[in-house]
């Protein structure tokens, strides 16, 4: 299977700063990287997909770039809902792997 | 507006079985692959299966696989997982998920607990 690798695994911020994610493939995955937001007690959204398109209603300081095995997840200017856990997922094998999720916490 | 509805969770012993269903509304069923997720408490996200829109192509995760048993009823607009041989550390919320071209994972349920405990 392909692991996923995400780092960092929590990080402090505050509103209004730019935040990054990594997500690192043990192969080349292509595009075929997703990055979803949870929230305590709900079901995950799905954000981006295909590394960098933007998923319809999702605002536009969430970003998405990289191909082969290196991806990232930026968020702009850092807003109050944003407080959440990410996770990143490969579908580019049929057995679709997580990341262990990044957990963005206030500072 | 895209539904989709879990239920059928519970408490089981370990060894024990318990079936699945997602009841899917908003759109056409049959022309959209589905998969199911799941989430120990306290832990990450872990998918475990998908299936085509026909059911002709399923893929498991190698944690469940030969255990548990992805199928759909097409005509009934419903995913179901049967899960067999339960397990303590298959206790966790399980979604299922709707995908979309070129995306993965687009439309959530709100999830089933499964509590495998004796």
């Known amino acids: 299977d392909i692991q996923m690798t995400q780092s960092p695994s929590m990080l402090s911020a505050s509103v209004g700063d730019r935040v990054t994610i990594t997500c690192r493939a043990s192969?080349?995955?292509?595009?075929?990287l997703a990055w979803f937001q949870q929230k305590p007690g709900k079901a995950p959204q799905l954000l981006i997909y295909?590394?960098?398109i933007l998923e319809n209603g999702v605002p536009s300081r969430f970003s998405g770039s990289g191909s082969g095995t290196e991806f990232t997840l930026t968020i702009d200017s850092l807003q109050p809902d944003d407080f959440a856990t990410y996770y990143c997922?490969?579908?580019?094998?049929?057995?679709?792997?997580f990341g262990q999720g990044t957990k963005v916490e206030i500072k | 507006e895209v539904q989709l509805v879990e239920s059928g969770g519970g408490l089981t012993q370990p060894g024990g079985s318990l079936r699945l269903s997602c009841s899917a509304s908003?759109?056409?069923?049959?022309?959209?692959?589905m998969n199911w997720v799941r989430q120990a408490p306290g832990k990450g996200l872990e998918w475990i299966s998908y299936?085509?829109?026909?059911?002709?192509?399923?893929y498991y995760a190698d944690s469940v696989k030969g255990r548990f048993t992805i199928l759909r009823d097409n005509a009934k607009n419903s995913l179901y997982l049967q899960m067999n041989s339960l397990r303590d550390d298959d206790t966790a919320v399980y979604y299922c998920?709707?995908?979309?071209?070129?995306?993965?994972?687009?439309?959530w349920g709100q999830g089933t607990l499964v509590t495998v405990s004796s």
């Open positions: 192969q080349t995955i292509s595009v075929w």
């Open positions: 997922q490969q579908y580019h094998s049929n057995s679709r792997t």
């Open positions: 295909k590394a960098s």
């Open positions: 299936i085509s829109p026909s059911g002709s192509s399923i």
């Open positions: 998920a709707r995908d979309q071209a070129f995306a993965t994972l687009n439309h």
């Open positions: 908003g759109f056409t069923f049959s022309t959209y692959s």
